[in-house]
């Protein structure tokens, strides 16, 4: 057990340490070390949160999530930092720290959003796994491969009105074989140039160690170095994708201790603040889903509107107008519905008394009776009970209404013959 | 630029043969460096001793003929074949495109497939594979199939020119009709072109044009090497500014064959002659491209009964029911002219948009390859590759030969046995019906 333990961790850190190679063949300058990835892991020290505030720097600067002269503009680490959750939020991951306030009046630090490495450690985890590693890397093979071309959109010139008649149409065909045909022959004089090339590599490397000062031989060699670079990176991300579940597997026990672990500081919001965040990793969360399993099924009746009061107030309203008049009553759908309409609110857990309460979910607890938008449960059921008695009585008086408007009918009408259903 | 040819089943064999001298004693012939020096890579590559050896590998499932050809071959001191590229086996296919197809094919897949991979390798470009068998027989065909196909999983990027020899329309075997059904209608979804050779119209030719008085299968083969070899001989294209073309198949294909639904490919070639009467012979370009192009029009293989009668239809007489059965109609054509003063002949009568199908422009239908260098022998010649109609009629005749045969299930079970049903040949009917049908509406 103990030995397969220790294998394992050997096993993360030549993974991690592949990735390392790999970010630093893409051209990133600071890469921290495979050991740095674990201290983060557990909220290593500010050397290793600086080196993290780099990488994450370089890779959204690289990448052009931020610009070049932003940061250049920029002075102080805040700024910075800044910078980095901008480009953070950029790229769609959001997280506790990023939205801190900065400035002197927060609690200690003086600052509202601390974020320790780990939560770096996880916004590099969210970059790598949107992409960015791609980008960085065909970004690089492009600076190193100037033979790659890059493909230019080209219109032909169509013609305005395109018949489509089947002279047209075989036509066409043809145009794509010849397209087709065109496209071999360029990938075969392709192959014999690489092959050409070869030969020339094999050839002058030998002779381009005596001639050195020949500045044809510089240009090769600056080729021959860009080459070795190339080969390099692409051999880091081969070995990398090889192992990429390992590392993944490694970030979801960062992602648990970020979760369970009590050593960090939670980042203490200001009730006031106001902002709607989505907590990663928040406790909350569980225990809502845990709330909304527990809930009665029946969301088809979120679809007829929210059932706010005053829906329920004009909704009496009409109940009462519409007795009145002799046209037939409205569809029984269109009416309030009154056993399902509770299932238009979500339930919300309160810390002393459970509260329903409409939209979404606030943070915070607030008191329910103040909120317009929040209703009590006890005062729910008096409200239902209250608007039951309503439509019973409405229902009675129009069956009244409806067997009067029928004995008019029939008096009018003599010679109607009426069929019991 | 090399192309790596894949000889198959006797008949395969022995033109590929033929067209592997033709081509050396053209190409060694006189002092003629650049053109010498392209056909040699094209087909030969050199040891260190300077031979040349063919790039081609031979495929049989009898020992017979490509010993024969192997051993005829060295004999000519000119060239000769590669020690180890070729691969025979002692029981043939029994004339059973199934036996071949479903059992010697996929049994030898590895070996065939090594041997192509080693002769590919030498070259330092491939311009592209030509495979070369006949449709009658067993091996040829079936196996030839299946060896086509490997290429193509091979090499998808590549070229590949299938040449049939199409049987003798009285027969030979009796299912030669069936073996080619199967192996025309495998062929068109895999090959980028089929160039058809038909046996009566050579044996024609022996006969007619070149004197023979008992023809052999070498007589016959050598007219079709003599035509091929005017085909793949170096030329100047229009693509290849000012020297030999380096890309002979894709530029083959690109001119002729990029509808998928048209691959068929006919050839006629003029003059020919017997190599007596070559001496005493004077042509001019003009006369031999007014009989070339009439026997385009009139779809005649030969310069003998040309029927003089046919015009191309006026442009308001464009229908089907207007232009007489016999006018040639073709999609595209590609006139390869070799020989003295080919610089001054005069091609516009091919570019005639009269000829051609209405959807495609005869600046794109029609193609012109030249050489200033003589061919085998013959002080100036002209050949037509033509994408027409000109095959519609054989193939429609062994479609029905075979179809009436196997609506009277007749040796189906010989197919069926190996592998090959009854779905498999309607599968094979309804694709060469369609072939039938396009060529059929071109005009």
């Given at each position: 057990m103990q030995r397969s333990k220790a294998s394992v961790r050997v096993e993360v850190k030549q993974v991690i340490g592949a990735l390392c190679r790999l970010l630093a063949a893409t051209g990133l300058e600071s890469v921290p070390t495979p050991e740095n990835f674990r201290r983060a892991k557990f909220g290593g020290g500010l050397e290793v949160e600086d080196q993290f505030w780099q990488l994450l720097a370089d890779i959204l600067q690289t990448s052009s999530s931020v610009s070049c002269e932003a940061s250049a503009q920029l002075g102080g680490a805040t700024d910075y930092r800044k910078l980095v959750a901008a480009g953070l939020w950029q790229t769609g991951y959001h997280a506790d720290w990023m939205y801190g306030r900065q400035g002197g009046e927060g609690e200690e630090g003086g600052e509202g959003g601390r974020c320790s490495s780990r939560d770096l450690l996880l916004a590099l985890g969210w970059l790598l796994a949107t992409g960015k590693l791609e980008i960085l890397l065909t970004q690089r093979v492009q600076q190193l491969d100037k033979t790659l071309l890059t493909p230019t959109p080209v219109n032909p010139p169509l013609p305005s009105e395109l018949q489509l008649d089947s002279a047209s149409l075989r036509k066409l065909q043809w145009l794509v074989g010849c397209l087709r045909y065109q496209g071999r022959t360029l990938l075969s004089m392709q192959e014999e140039r690489t092959r050409l090339l070869h030969a020339v590599v094999v050839a002058s490397l030998p002779s381009s160690v005596s001639s050195s000062s020949d500045q044809s031989s510089t240009v090769l060699r600056k080729d021959c170095v860009c080459m070795q670079q190339l080969c390099d990176l692409l051999e880091a991300y081969l070995n990398w994708k090889q192992v990429e579940k390992v590392f993944w597997t490694w970030m979801d026990s960062v992602v648990d201790c970020h979760l369970t672990d009590p050593v960090v500081k939670r980042p203490s919001h200001?009730?006031?603040?106001?902002a709607r965040v989505c907590h990663h990793g928040n406790r909350g969360l569980e225990k809502l889903e845990d709330m909304l399993l527990r809930l009665p099924t029946g969301q088809e009746a979120q679809r007829r509107g929210r059932g706010d009061v005053e829906d329920r107030e004009e909704g009496r309203e009409r109940l009462h107008g519409g007795s009145d008049s002799f046209c037939l009553p409205p569809p029984l759908s269109s009416l309030p519905c009154l056993p399902c309409r509770p299932q238009a609110y979500r339930a919300m857990l309160q810390t002393e008394k459970p509260v329903r309460h409409g939209r979404l979910p606030g943070e915070g607890a607030r008191g329910g009776a103040e909120n317009p938008d929040e209703l009590p449960a006890s005062q729910a059921v008096q409200e239902l009970l209250q608007t039951e008695a309503l439509l019973v009585e409405r229902r009675d008086r129009q069956r009244l209404a409806n067997r009067m408007q029928l004995q008019k009918m029939i008096g009018r009408l003599d010679q109607l013959m009426l069929i019991p259903p | 630029m090399s192309i790596v040819t894949v000889q198959l089943g006797q008949c395969g064999n022995q033109v590929g043969h033929e067209l592997f001298d033709i081509i050396c004693s053209d190409a060694l012939e006189g002092q003629r460096k650049l053109y010498s020096t392209a056909s040699c890579e094209r087909f030969f590559h050199q040891t260190t001793n300077g031979e040349l050896v063919a790039r081609a590998v031979l495929i049989d499932m009898e020992p017979k003929v490509i010993n024969q050809s192997i051993s005829r071959a060295a004999k000519s001191g000119r060239w000769r074949y590669g020690e180890s590229s070729h691969f025979s086996q002692k029981?043939?296919?029994?004339?059973n495109w199934a036996n071949g197809y479903c059992v010697h094919g996929p049994r030898h897949r590895a070996v065939v497939e090594e041997l192509v991979r080693r002769e590919v390798e030498r070259c330092d470009r491939l311009a592209g594979l030509m495979a070369m068998m006949s449709v009658a027989g067993g091996t040829g065909s079936g196996v030839g199939t299946y060896a086509t196909q490997c290429l193509r999983d091979i090499y998808p990027k590549s070229f590949i020119l299938n040449h049939l020899t199409w049987p003798y329309g009285t027969g030979e075997v009796i299912v030669q009709n069936y073996n080619s059904v199967l192996t025309l209608a495998h062929l068109y979804q895999l090959s980028d072109a089929i160039l058809v050779h038909e046996n009566d119209t050579v044996h024609r030719i022996c006969s007619q044009l070149l004197n023979i008085k008992h023809i052999s299968f070498g007589d016959v083969n050598g007219v079709i090497a003599h035509q091929l070899g005017s085909i793949l001989q170096p030329a100047l294209t229009a693509d290849s500014h000012g020297v030999y073309s380096r890309n002979p198949l894709g530029e083959l294909v690109s001119a002729l064959t990029c509808h998928p639904e048209y691959k068929l490919l006919s050839v006629c070639t003029i003059p020919q002659m017997p190599s007596s009467s070559m001496a005493y012979s004077t042509f001019s370009w003009p006369s031999l491209l007014k009989h070339l192009r009439q026997m385009l029009i009139s779809n005649?293989?030969?310069?003998?009964?040309?029927?003089?009668?046919v015009r191309p239809p006026a442009g308001s007489e464009r229908t089907r029911s207007l232009t007489g059965p016999s006018f040639n109609t073709s999609l595209a054509n590609l006139l390869i002219l070799r020989g003295?003063?080919?610089?001054?002949?005069?091609?516009g009568g091919f570019g005639d948009p009269a000829l051609y199908t209405s959807w495609l422009s005869s600046e794109e239908a029609f193609n012109l390859w030249k050489s200033p260098v003589s061919f085998n022998k013959y002080e100036k010649c002209a050949t037509l590759v033509s994408n027409s109609q000109a095959l519609l009629r054989p193939l429609d005749n062994m479609v029905g030969k075979a179809w009436n045969m196997f609506a009277s299930r007749a040796y189906i079970h010989q197919y069926v046995k190996f592998g090959i049903s009854e779905e498999d040949f309607l599968d094979s009917f309804t694709s060469l019906e369609q072939v039938i049908s396009s060529y059929g509406q071109l005009n």
């Open positions: 200001s009730p006031n603040t106001g | 029981q043939g296919s029994g004339n005649t293989k030969m310069e003998e009964g040309i029927d003089w009668q003295k003063e080919v610089y001054s002949a005069e091609t």
